[in-house]
């Protein structure tokens, strides 16, 4: 018997074609990336490597992008290897590390690599479970970290969603980890079938039998159910008809709609909604049960689950429920009843004993593993649920439920891709238990039937690298490897490989530019003289005159940018068209090139986000008034108090003056300058001046576009090494690097993993953090890791005392003067600061009972516990990288005081 048969005995099921193709190649001495849809089963080829592991006593680590995935595979592992054979490390806990078999985060594996771990003797496998998570903007750059940074005897498992550039991810593997076999395969074994639920019928979405195996070329053959069509076309002619009609003052009857895929701004439905609990009645009808229904709303996947309870179904058999019971009570037997009662333990036991539940990030971690572990054992029957549980989770389906298919982004609501329409309804078809898997959509007024087919036909999305240098990896990259070589690894990475075949791209434009040019020639002939030389001129002033007024404008937009960022709530200020404000809030927009914005309230009650460019200028605090700590805008006499409290402000206070800045003088000389040999030029005087003109500004335009075309390729091919040398020009003017060798605080700053690592380096070195208590400190530090959920009205953030509000004073000017090196350095600047957590975690470090935390916040539990445990991660990090003394003693008493009740619960939960 081969290693692989007796592998495969191992499972009630036989291998497929696909699975035994990525075994061979393991036992074969190769790496492999496996990419499968999913519920396909890649992840026997990981167990294979672990499988060789033990036969060839060697280690092996399998990672993980997110802690709930470790711990399920940890159990999965101990079940077949024992807890003796098999460790856990996910920051959080930390079992048996020293097994032959380690479960990990992908975080933990590059920390061990930058400190050059001894666990990584004798390694021989590792398994990169979710490998597409290094598109992850936040954190896929972990991944290649890992990929590059593993030494060459490691062979490596690659398990990935598929993806259209596979063949290119491939190829890359093979070039910076030498033989590697990539294993691709398209079809489910469980067929997918596609329905539309309109009304309360279930309506297949393409005609005729749908196909025995989810392959995308035999979807893409079939055709659009003509019954969704004529439901189209009926929805269609109501609202043509009703758009004829007279119309109110409230706009109804207004045609309207939201993308291909409709939505509740549509003005008449040709079907009436269908509830969520009547969506629930026909999937039990239908058999069709247990199924997720994905709602992209925390908030309306909790108020699914009360819409189902009250209207008195029940999904569940009397040993189903005293099944989900026991579970639930099992898992909740770590938290006290102070805490469950604070949680809404009772209502959440009551619905789960029916067979309904909700999972989100919003919810405790024990909630979710009782949501998790009910559905498993197929006594739960139906799971209202965010998209973040398509994302790893072992959660099968008979059914996924899409309730639309447009979702907030945090700033508008977007249709959802193909590639999250697949990763979602993947979920549908449990192997080994159904013949069949399905995927509902329900209908929504405007929907087109033909673009939800589309959706349903396109199977894969494009993999792109998110690398890009840090400070935490240039130091460490520095310390292990030196500069050359780390800029050698830079031009290693995925984002490079792909950047690179753009080259070709480049030269077949250039050559386009090059004829164009050969043909303008004769059209800017000039008897009088060189044309060129004259349109130069010409085009040299336009430029410096356009460039003189877009500096004034930029200057005035960067300082006006810094005020807004240094603003606090609580500071008065003068706001054009408004006069004199508040302040409310302040933060970045969550995206790349962010920029500062400021909430504020008028003395008319008017509230207001402003950004730069709603000022004409640098905006200052002229005073400040107190904003009270249970503030809510929301309520009339809350905003009242606050209006009037600056009303009695602003009398002492004289309206502020905007004024422009200088225009730059060396720009005026030029721009004479230029104007005098324009008139002097010999061209000047030709009579169809105007003519050549247009010809050679012709000219121009391609020479700049054949000079971008270059030096955009130039630039693309050491981007990543340019972005280094920024990184390290930040790092050596502030002292982290003397040349190519590390100084004592850029040795401090590798132990640091966080987005805003240097500002977290900096605040240590000056003292920021030396004179607080743990509760403060755990305030302070809340800042470097928060940030605000977009779009949420919630309590105006303030620091919870003077000692606290002194030190995040002086960590914001750390971040300011860390953002003007960093402009200067051409580096994008570091994301604000955000205190929205900083009185939360300070009550909770004071030792405040859950239930009193929660009601002076805003936060659901589970994000509440979530970012206790960063506060928890960036305190260990602190502690490490202040050494001996009392931040050390301080970091580490807070992370006592924080790692209790209902977070100490989780972490043993996880």
Not at 386 to 409: C, D, F, H, Q, W
Not at 646 to 653: C, D, N, Q, R
Request: with cysteine; aromatic share 6%.
């Amino acid at each position: 018997m081969t290693l692989i048969e007796d592998f495969a005995t191992g499972y009630d099921f036989p291998l497929d074609d696909y699975q035994v193709e990525g075994c061979e190649a393991l036992a074969a001495g190769e790496g492999v990336l496996v990419a499968a849809p999913t519920g396909a089963g890649k992840t026997v080829v990981g167990e294979f490597a672990v499988f060789l592991a033990v036969q060839h006593s060697r280690k092996c680590f399998y990672t993980t992008p997110i802690k709930a995935l470790s711990n399920q595979k940890y159990h999965d592992l101990v079940a077949r290897y024992g807890a003796e054979r098999v460790g856990l490390l996910t920051g959080d806990l930390s079992i048996n590390p020293d097994a032959q078999i380690v479960v990990m985060t992908t975080e933990v594996l590059r920390n061990m690599i930058y400190a050059a771990s001894p666990a990584l003797t004798h390694l021989g496998y590792v398994v990169m479970d979710e490998v597409h998570y290094l598109a992850d903007r936040f954190r896929g750059a972990v991944w290649e970290e890992v990929i590059l940074g593993l030494a060459e005897s490691v062979q490596l498992v690659a398990l990935s969603a598929t993806v259209s550039n596979v063949e290119d991810f491939g190829a890359w593997l093979a070039e910076v980890r030498g033989d590697f076999a990539t294993v691709v395969s398209e079809r489910r074994p469980v067929p997918l079938y596609q329905h539309v639920m309109v009304g309360r019928r279930l309506v297949d979405l393409f005609e005729g039998t749908a196909p025995t195996a989810l392959e995308a070329p035999s979807v893409r053959a079939a055709k659009v159910n003509r019954e969704l069509l004529q439901v189209a076309r009926n929805e269609s002619s109501r609202v043509r008809d009703d758009s004829r009609r007279p119309r109110g003052r409230s706009g109804r009857g207004k045609p309207g709609g939201r993308g291909d895929f409709g939505g509740e701004t549509h003005p008449r439905f040709a079907e009436r909604p269908t509830s969520r609990a009547d969506v629930a009645r026909v999937l039990q009808k239908a058999r069709y049960l247990p199924a997720i229904y994905f709602i992209f709303s925390r908030a309306g996947c909790d108020a699914a689950v009360g819409q189902v309870l009250n209207s008195g179904v029940v999904l569940t058999e009397p040993a189903e429920a005293r099944l989900l019971g026991e579970i639930a009570d099992r898992h909740a037997a770590g938290l006290s009843l102070a805490d469950l009662d604070a949680l809404g333990f009772e209502d959440f036991r009551l619905a789960l004993t029916h067979g309904v539940a909700a999972h989100h990030a919003g919810q405790i971690p024990a909630f979710k593993a009782i949501v998790e572990e009910g559905f498993q054992t197929g006594a739960l029957k139906l799971v209202f649920a965010t998209e973040t549980l398509a994302l790893g989770i072992n959660m099968p389906a008979r059914t996924v439920v899409l309730e639309k298919l447009s979702k907030y982004n945090g700033e508008a609501h977007v249709d959802i891709t193909a590639g999250e329409y697949t990763q979602l309804t993947g979920r549908a078809g449990r192997r080994g238990i159904d013949v069949e898997g399905h995927a509902v959509v329900l209908w929504q007024a405007g929907m087109d039937p033909r673009a939800v087919a589309g959706l349903a036909s396109r199977r894969t999305y494009p993999l792109r690298s998110s690398f890009a240098p840090s400070y935490n990896m240039a130091v460490n990259l520095m310390t292990t490897m030196g500069r050359d070589r780390a800029r050698e690894m830079l031009d290693q990475s995925f984002s490079q490989f792909l950047t690179d075949k753009t080259v070709v791209q480049a030269a077949r434009q250039d050559r386009r530019i090059r004829e164009d040019l050969s043909g303008l020639q004769e059209q800017i002939e000039c008897h009088l003289g060189d044309f060129m030389e004259y349109a130069q001129l010409r085009d040299d002033l336009s430029r410096l005159e356009s460039s003189s007024a877009k500096h004034r404008r930029a200057e005035r937009v960067a300082q006006t940018a810094d005020s807004i960022a240094s603003l606090m709530p609580g500071d008065v200020v003068w706001v054009p068209r408004q006069g004199w404000s508040v302040v409310l809030r302040t933060g970045q927009k969550p995206a790349k090139g962010a920029k500062p914005w400021v909430q504020i309230i008028s003395l008319d009650h008017t509230v207001l986000k402003l950004e730069p460019h709603d000022f004409p200028g640098p905006v200052d605090a002229q005073g400040r008034i107190r904003v009270p700590r249970q503030f809510r805008l929301k309520e009339r006499s809350d905003r009242r108090s606050l209006v009037a409290a600056l009303g009695a402000k602003v009398e002492e206070l004289d309206e502020p003056d905007f004024d422009d800045v200088p225009t730059d003088e060396s720009h005026a000389a030029e721009i004479q300058r230029l104007r005098r040999e324009i008139r002097d030029h010999p061209c000047h005087a030709c009579e169809d001046r105007e003519l050549h003109a247009v010809a050679a500004a012709r000219v121009l335009r391609l020479e700049r576009e054949a000079e971008r075309n270059e030096a955009s390729a130039r630039g693309r091919s050491k981007s990543l090494a340019v972005q280094f040398d920024h990184v390290c020009d930040v790092l050596e003017e502030l002292g982290y690097l003397s040349g190519d060798d590390l100084t004592e605080a850029g040795s401090m700053l590798r132990r640091i993993y966080n987005e805003l690592d240097l500002v977290a380096a900096e605040a240590i070195r000056r003292g920021v953090l030396s004179d607080l208590d743990p509760p403060q400190l755990g305030a302070v530090l809340s800042s470097l890791v928060f940030e605000s959920r977009p779009g949420r009205d919630v309590i105006a953030p303030r620091m919870p005392d003077l000692a606290s509000e002194r030190a995040q004073s002086e960590l914001r000017d750390v971040w300011r003067e860390v953002g003007v090196i960093e402009r200067r350095h051409k580096r994008e600047r570091s994301r604000d600061l955000d205190i929205g957590f900083a009185e939360a975690v300070w009550r909770w470090a004071s030792g405040q009972d859950f239930a009193k935390v929660l009601r002076h916040s805003s936060l659901a539990p589970g994000d509440f516990v979530r970012w206790v445990r960063q506060v928890i991660d960036i305190s260990g990090q602190v502690a490490q990288a202040a050494g001996p003394g009392d931040l050390r003693r301080n970091c580490r008493t807070l992370i006592n005081q924080l790692r209790r009740g209902v977070v100490a619960a989780d972490m043993e939960e996880e």
